[in-house]
């Protein structure tokens, strides 16, 4: 299917343990992103890639690593889940060709306990 | 530093009046704006966008906006509300500093009552 898709779609962990979160998109866009949502704080840029092997930091970017071997997958990774992490998590590419639209995942939530 | 700002963080219309969401932001050249809409559960889906050109946009659902400079407003309006449009909604702005991040709003929560 094309579109981008994102897992686990729920996630569950303890403090201190490593988690990954997957994001996976079909268009070959080049820019992708990793938000996370928040009451009272909308979304925060955590962390985005402009291409394969480049990576730069967001707003909100410690407690976080990402990498991106391939164009079409950026996975985001919580070295040492905190309970402060608990939110839900937003992918998102963007179409060069439109204008600078972002088209996002279907998101992540993660509780940490 | 630039922001965001959507006035209301709930709003509640009664099904068939007017919707009106509020987005200003601040910047001294002219971004490229969105709204976005977010229903329970799900990603993010575009409502509307706009870029350059016309100053009043059109989007899906129903949903306009209009770009006013002078004001640094996007304010999102729909004619008769429908229950259907309940959700949340987001303002964001790209292009400020010459980067392609957005800047989000925190969110305006759509009640639509029968």
């Known amino acids: 299917d094309a579109g981008i898709t994102q897992s686990p779609r729920y996630k569950i962990t303890e403090t201190g343990r490593q988690v990954t979160l997957m994001c996976h998109q079909t268009?070959?866009?080049?820019?992708m992103f990793w938000y996370r949502q928040d009451l009272g704080h909308g979304l925060r840029l955590i962390y985005y890639?402009?291409?394969?092997?480049?990576?730069d930091k967001g707003e909100v970017p410690d407690g976080y690593v990402v990498s991106r071997s391939k164009t079409e997958n950026f996975p985001l990774t919580l070295e040492s889940a905190t309970r402060s992490q608990t939110s839900v998590y937003f992918c998102a590419s963007r179409d060069e060709g439109h204008t600078d639209t972002q088209y996002f995942g279907p998101g992540t939530r993660l509780t940490v306990l | 530093a630039q922001s965001v700002t959507q006035l209301g963080s709930h709003v509640s219309v009664s099904e068939g009046a007017l919707v009106l969401l509020r987005c200003n932001y601040s910047s001294s050249v002219p971004p490229y704006l969105f709204w976005y809409v977010q229903y329970p559960n799900q990603g993010l889906q575009l409502l509307l966008k706009?870029?350059?050109?016309?100053?009043l946009v059109k989007g899906i659902n129903g949903f306009e906006a209009e770009f006013k400079k002078s004001e640094t407003s996007f304010h999102l309006t729909k004619p008769s509300a429908h229950m259907s449009d309940a959700a949340e909604y987001f303002c964001a702005v790209s292009g400020l500093s010459g980067t392609y991040k957005y800047i989000f709003g925190t969110g305006t929560r759509l009640k639509v009552l029968a």
């Open positions: 890639s402009a291409a394969a092997d480049i990576t």
């Open positions: 268009w070959s866009h080049s820019y």
């Open positions: 706009y870029t350059t050109g016309a100053t």
